[in-house]
Nanobody, 117 residues
Framework: QVQLVESGGGLVQPGGSLRLSCVAS????????MGWYRQAPGKEREFVAT????????YYTDSVKGRFTISRDNAKNTVYLQMNSLKPEDTAVYYC??????????WGKGTLVTVSS
């Protein structure tokens, strides 16, 4: 089994910053990519960002480009999401996703980000 544990969510004012972390553990012999998705109240889960474990250009949804940065620490099996210039519309539960081993997808339980004054 593979476990993903997110951390770093919380309440922040508009314009503020947060850094999310996600650690992957368990029966992993290869991480192909990790990423972040989010689900706002009453909406479907949507893609936010993804990064390949072997290098290459990260991908972002248009609404976060220039504000969010995804990065990884291969040695720690950890992916980060630095979120700057946060807006109320960024409020959501943020989920970590990992594609590992033979292209198996796993999800974390999510961490809540609330952007409000």
């Amino acid at each position: 089994q593979v476990q993903l544990v997110e951390s770093g969510g919380g309440l922040v004012q508009p314009g503020g910053s947060l850094r999310l972390s996600c650690v992957a553990s368990g029966s992993i012999f290869r991480i192909n990519a990790m990423g972040w998705y989010r689900q706002a109240p009453g909406k479907e889960r949507e893609f936010v960002a993804t990064i390949s474990w072997s290098g290459g250009t990260p991908y972002y949804t248009d609404s976060v480009k220039g504000r969010f940065t995804i990065s990884r620490d291969n040695a720690k099996n950890t992916v980060y999401l630095q979120m700057n210039s946060l807006k109320p519309e960024d409020t959501a539960v943020y989920y970590c996703n990992a594609n590992v081993n033979y292209a198996n997808d796993y999800w974390g339980k999510g961490t809540l980000v609330t952007v409000s004054s």
